[in-house]
């Protein structure tokens, strides 16, 4: 059974997600932030795992500032959505305000595209569902576990608040319309694994988010 070992990491504690499984050997990582290559290496050490694979919610620099250092130093493919590749590539162009610290490029990243498929993992891992959830960016997405009954949202959704708008790629409507009608379509009961802050659930979150929720203006 896959275990999640989550690291709040960088200047604005941005949250990375390790999801080893002990049984296979292998682990696969959910954003790489400012930061979490060393925490993530030792505590992948500890559980004897390999990575294989590093997810990215989307590319914000926040989400992905450590990720070509981690994908160099494991051998793991990076994979993001085909809308937001663009980030990736040349980050430090699009970080929106000057930082302390170079975000080097990852150039041979994996594109996804569409509204939804499947992700095969390597290592035998079980492959994860995703889903293209724009609106925080043009590419923003959610990576699904429906065996172990959790989804790692990114900026998509928080607990008790959604992701910003303001920035370049975002779009309120449109961020609003993902939750409503990809997210909100998970059972009630997955647990909410969020770009920053704590988990929630799906079911939470459609009662009771003041906005996308079922009582919000």
């Known amino acids: 059974m896959p275990i999640v070992h989550a690291f709040e990491c960088g200047p604005v504690a941005t949250m990375c997600y390790l999801v080893c499984n002990p049984a296979l050997a292998h682990a696969y990582v959910v954003d790489a932030p400012f930061g979490c290559t060393q925490p993530v290496m030792e505590e992948v050490d500890r559980q004897g795992c390999t990575i294989t694979d590093i997810l990215l919610t ?7 500032a450590d990720c070509a250092g981690l994908a160099s130093a494991t ?11 663009f980030r990736l590539i040349d980050p430090m162009k699009h970080t929106i305000w000057p930082l302390p610290f170079t975000i080097a490029p990852v150039l041979n990243a994996i594109p996804l595209d569409g509204v939804q498929g499947v992700l095969e993992l390597g290592g035998g891992q079980a492959p994860l569902r995703f889903i293209h959830t724009p609106g925080h960016t043009e590419g923003g997405m959610c990576f699904i576990d429906d065996a172990s009954r959790y989804v790692f949202a990114g900026d998509t959704l928080f607990r008790g608040s959604v992701g910003r708008v303001d920035l370049p790629g975002g779009d309120a409507a449109t961020l609003l319309e993902a939750i409503r009608t990809r997210l909100f379509a998970l059972p009630d009961d ?9 988990t929630t659930t799906i079911g939470d979150e459609r009662r009771g988010n003041p906005y996308v929720g079922e009582n919000a203006e």
């Open 75 to 85: 051998g793991a493919k990076v994979v993001v959505h085909a809308a937001d590749l």
């Open 190 to 198: 997955m647990i909410v694994f969020p770009g920053h802050g704590p």
């Open 58 to 64: 989307h590319t914000h620099w926040d989400h992905t």
